[in-house]
């Protein structure tokens, strides 16, 4: 086998590599079935076996109670940008926290479905590099929406905003299963799978039962999240592959990593080598706010512009991969997701002392 790379891409992302490893002895004969889960019915006992699995950890891993459902949708997290107002306005101002570049998109979409959409509180004033401490609350918004991770500008909210009766939604892309949460604020989160959940072509969205009571009537079938919900994610043929990707995560969360205390520790521990050292020496520049910076994508600067190619070259030969900033607003960011191990990111800090050494 050709030598694996410590993989920082933003995502799609590392995936564990025992996730992998069944993958593939599972791909010619998934359990016996003498077929692959790629050729199988969405219909068959073996693959609704795979959904209730995926559906069920989902539900322990997040602790969700009854009055969610779990579902699993094509379209990206994008496609949920139009989805939320189109679904859950009933009517009423929808209110975004603007923390960067998918809040906007978010924002943007809300307006096109024609909804009357406010900013309540945005962090445009300083680049997006912090997480807005004062949110005000309409208590007339049909939701409040946010962005727990900005996996372009590297902040990510500590705690979520109290928005009393009105429900938070929330964008989770970048950092579902990361950490533990209280989900009973929310009325719906919504994630694209490829980054911590598995492989992209599959969008997890949790929304709690009240919130089906607002989609309306008239929206096309596939847009409706009462659908999915009526038909356990199978009114059409559903991303099988992805899904049962998504599954055996969700089983190394549980299983081999122990959970998502667990993880959750992990994750800070990845994280605070990377910014302890990055807080250690005056080469490397951290570009998120202290109190705002993300346990999943830690953006930082070299002291010139022009030295990011040699930065990323010396890192690839290193077998470091998929640290360049998001083109957008350039840089460096190591994205370090449920499946970077801990070992990956004290090889990343030794070739970054190594690099600014030289
Ligand atoms: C926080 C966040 N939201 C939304 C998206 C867009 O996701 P998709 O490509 O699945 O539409 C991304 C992609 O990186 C993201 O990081």
Redesign the pocket.
């Known amino acids: 086998m050709a030598q694996r790379v410590i993989n920082f891409n ?2 799609p992302s590392a995936l564990p590599l025992s996730v992998l490893e069944q993958a593939k002895a599972e791909l010619l004969d998934f359990q016996g079935t003498g077929m692959s889960v790629l050729e199988t019915s969405h219909r068959s006992k073996s693959f609704e076996a795979v959904l209730d699995s995926a559906i069920q950890r989902t539900r322990r891993l997040l602790g969700l109670d009854e009055s969610y459902h779990v579902l699993f949708l094509q379209g ?4 949920q940008f139009a989805m939320v107002p189109m679904n859950l306005a009933a009517g009423k101002p929808v209110d975004y926290v603007d923390t960067g570049t ?1 809040s906007t998109k978010a924002i943007k979409e809300a307006r096109i479905c024609g909804k009357e959409t406010r900013v309540v509180a945005s962090s445009e004033d300083q680049q997006f590099t912090y997480i807005p401490e004062k949110v005000p609350v309409n208590s007339d918004a049909a939701y409040l929406h946010i ?1 727990s ?4 500008r590297g902040t990510q909210w500590r705690s979520f905003p109290e928005a009393g009766a009105v429900p938070l939604v929330c ?1 989770m ?2 950092d579902i299963f990361s950490r533990r949460f209280d989900p009973r604020p929310f009325g719906l989160i919504y994630a ?1 799978a ?2 911590n959940a598995g492989p ?1 072509g599959v ?1 997890l969205v949790i929304i709690r039962e009240d919130m089906l009571q607002r989609v309306p009537k008239e929206l096309p079938t596939m847009l409706k999240y009462s659908i999915y919900a009526d038909n356990r994610s199978l009114y059409n043929t559903p991303p099988c592959f992805s899904i049962y990707i998504c599954e055996l995560v969700l089983k190394w969360i549980e299983e081999t990593v122990g959970g998502l205390d667990r993880m959750e520790k992990i994750n800070e521990e990845k994280a605070a080598i990377l910014y302890d050292y990055i807080d250690s020496q005056d080469f490397y520049r951290g570009t998120a706010r202290r109190d705002s910076r993300s346990r999943m994508n830690v953006t930082f600067l070299l002291p010139e512009a022009g030295l990011e190619k040699d930065f990323l070259a010396g890192a690839t030969d290193a077998g470091l991969v998929g640290l360049k900033g998001h083109r957008s607003v350039g840089g460096l960011r190591a994205s370090i997701y449920n499946a970077t191990t801990l070992e990956g990111v004290k090889s990343l800090v030794d070739y970054m002392k190594h690099f600014a050494k030289r």
């Open positions: 933003p995502g990206g997290a994008s496609m998918w962005t991770n900005n996996t372009i964008d892309s970048s694209g490829q980054k992209a969008t």
